[in-house]
């Protein structure tokens, strides 16, 4: 059956258009998320670093 004699529904219409539409729109909140991951990853190591340096720094007190 040649593709240009087929009959589409507009449902089917409009769910290609919405793909189309949408293809851009679901980079964006990917690269939203990336970001967010990266501002927690540098969030815990700003806290659990200097958290991990006192817990250093009272064992060798406490072993000295």
Not at 27 to 51: E, K, T, Y
């Amino acid at each position: 059956m040649n593709e240009q004699n087929v009959v589409r529904s507009p449902v089917v219409l409009a769910d290609e258009g919405y793909e189309k539409s949408n293809a851009g729109l679901l980079r964006a909140p990917l690269l939203v998320v990336r970001w967010l991951a990266v501002v927690a990853a540098v969030i815990v190591w700003l806290v659990v670093v200097p958290i991990f340096g006192l817990i250093e720094g009272a064992l060798r007190r406490l072993t000295r």
